[in-house]
């Protein structure tokens, strides 16, 4: 999915949930910051002088992201309430580095979609704690073609209430942890950066109006 359709399904996903009725049913379009640790790659250079290293770091640099996620409450407990929810977050063309050098990849995108379970505190009050988890699928792209690494959710954040009661404010932040994706490097003499099999935080920290 490219980031140009990404952004306009997430719209028509927001613009075609408002008539829903508000009473169990919740909708939003959240906004922010982007961050992800850093990958590794087995190393394809071949080095010149010793020692060689095996592995090469690769960094992701801090982007925007936009989400949208679609709720459904089948319980109230009055104290807690428990909804079904699905989250929707993109992060188009995040730059990719391999310190010390210069930018070697400024295309790299990926996609969240993570059925989960929310739990709501005090959901009938002006501020109301939640925190959600769940699993998925992450799609990444990194300019020559797209894969699909399963993923894991797992977030929370506050519902603010205002004087428009169908509006409100939220805060929040999801980590989408998956396995490394394949970042697309090829380097001297066509040998390609096979990512090392380890875990990958995708930090999305941001809030709706």
Not at 84 to 104: C, D, H, K, N, W
């Amino acid at each position: 999915m490219s980031s140009k359709s990404f952004l306009i399904s997430l719209i028509l996903l927001f613009l075609t949930s408002l008539p829903v009725a508000a009473q169990k049913a919740d909708v939003s379009f959240v906004a922010g910051r982007a961050f992800a640790t850093d990958g590794k790659v087995f190393n394809g250079i071949i080095c010149i002088t010793a020692p060689c290293p095996n592995t090469l770091t690769v960094q992701t640099g801090d982007h925007y992201f936009l989400a949208g996620t679609v709720g459904y409450r089948f319980a109230n407990f009055k104290l807690a309430s428990l909804h079904l929810e699905l989250p929707i977050a993109g992060v188009p063309s995040a730059p990719i580095t391999i310190p010390p050098s210069a930018t070697v990849l400024e295309k790299f995108s990926s996609v969240f979609i993570t059925p989960s379970v929310r739990v709501k505190l005090a959901p009938n009050a002006p501020l109301s704690p939640f925190a959600s988890v769940g699993g998925g699928w992450a799609r990444y792209n990194n300019g020559a073609d797209t894969h699909t690494k399963p993923a894991f959710q797992i977030g929370g954040g506050v519902d603010i209430k205002t004087l428009i009661p169908a509006l409100g404010l939220r805060v929040e932040a999801r980590d989408y942890i998956t396995g490394q994706p394949d970042f697309g490097l090829v380097f001297a003499l066509g040998r390609a950066g096979t990512p090392v099999n380890e875990r990958r935080h995708n930090l999305l920290v941001g809030g709706r109006f």
